[in-house]
């Protein structure tokens, strides 16, 4: 069957652009809607636990199954569904249900369509890229559009533009044909077998600290500008520039792993958000120095993402394939994403926005030397 391209990469341009909607303008919508910053970092970490858990269910269902796209689009509409409950949702523990719901089901979707991306990519899996480069190009322009929105009409817009995302998620993945995964020659054994190998620990662990480190940036970040004097509009310019560097490498991002091999990406991943977290902490006030630590986000989040989907590739074959996608997806952006909010959310009210930061960097140095000692050490 022929690489649907623009089907694939449409899926991952709304998918993208709703987490351009939801990741830096939620915490402002949270913070209109009266909760604290304890509560944003509470409410922030609901979407991230239920990455922990719904990947994985889903996950083992798509491998037995060997079907992934019913489960897209199954996931896609109830989501939907699911995300109708914002708009009449009134206090802490009604908002917390309705974000654990629609979140549950969002978050299944995303894995097994990586599973399915990589059984047509197959062999020219450097390729991958070049179809996840549409989702960046459906983040900048949702981060640009709905940052000027907000400056005219408020944030009262952003549930409507998410709903809307949401609903082009749902028509793409019907487009979308199954694909099944390729069985290898030989058989890896039981998941556990593979759970067991310390690079695969050590490779797992990588990714949860990476994506603690970020997690103050995703909740916080837009709040802690806004707070430093810059407009909505200029706030989404900046996500958006991060964004646009993101893409920039993922046009060569095959060339990278060609060249250089996933190992010394992600490494050098790491080592680049110690130095941008320790410059978001330190600079707010300096544009040099923002604008600086936004184009980094093309390395701690860009490059070492293409560099984890090649490993998760590289570990996880055949039938495992699914699982392997949920996994990383749970355990870096579920549990690292869910212990980084809600670590944050406390940080945050009792040290401040500079320290956590310096926390955040902190996470990613410890990331350097685990994947050093570690990570596909004998390549």
Not at 126 to 132: D, G, H, N
Not at 286 to 304: C, D, K, P
Not at 344 to 369: K, M
């Amino acid at each position: 069957m022929r690489m649907p391209y623009w089907r694939l990469s449409s899926f991952y341009f709304f998918y993208f652009a709703s987490l351009g909607a939801l990741i830096p303008f939620w915490g402002l919508y949270l913070q209109a809607r009266r909760f604290t910053p304890v509560e944003i970092g509470e409410l922030m970490a609901v979407i991230m636990v239920t990455k922990l858990i719904a990947p994985n269910i889903w996950g083992w269902i798509g491998d037995h199954t060997g079907h992934r796209m019913p489960i897209v689009r199954l996931a896609s509409l109830l989501s939907l569904c699911c995300f109708l409950g914002v708009f009449i949702a009134d206090g802490f523990w009604p908002f917390a249900l309705v974000m654990m719901l629609f979140s549950f089901f969002w978050n299944a979707s995303l894995p097994q369509f990586e599973a399915v991306t990589m059984s047509y990519l197959r062999e020219r899996i450097q390729r991958y890229s070049l179809i996840r480069l549409w989702g960046s190009i459906g983040f900048i322009l949702t981060v640009v559009a709905l940052g000027i929105m907000l400056d005219r009409w408020g944030v009262e817009v952003i549930p409507y533009f998410v709903l809307l995302l949401f609903f082009g998620i749902l028509i793409d993945s019907l487009l979308v044909p199954e694909k099944e995964a390729v069985m290898p020659e030989h058989d890896q054994g039981s998941i556990l077998h593979v759970l067991r190998r310390s690079d695969v620990i050590a490779f797992l662990v990588v990714c949860f600290l990476m994506q603690a480190s970020h997690s103050a940036y995703y909740a916080f970040y837009s709040i802690y500008m806004e707070e430093a004097g810059y407009s909505s509009s200029v706030i989404g310019q900046l996500w958006a520039l991060g964004v646009i560097a993101e893409v920039g490498l993922f046009l060569v991002m095959h060339r990278l792993l060609h060249q250089w091999g996933a190992r010394k990406v992600l490494i050098i991943s790491l080592v680049i958000a110690v130095v941008r977290w320790i410059l978001v902490g330190s600079a707010p006030d300096n544009l040099f120095l923002v604008l600086l630590a936004q184009v980094m986000h093309a390395a701690t989040f860009g490059t070492f993402h293409a560099a984890a989907i090649h490993l998760v590739h590289h570990y996880f074959i055949g039938r495992h394939q699914g699982r392997g996608q949920a996994l990383y997806s749970s355990i870096s952006f579920g549990a690292g994403g869910a212990f980084g909010s809600l670590l944050s959310g406390y940080l945050w009210s009792g040290i401040g926005p500079a320290a956590t930061f310096w926390i955040a960097a902190a996470y990613a140095l410890l990331a350097v030397a685990i994947a050093w000692r570690w990570v596909d050490r004998d390549k």
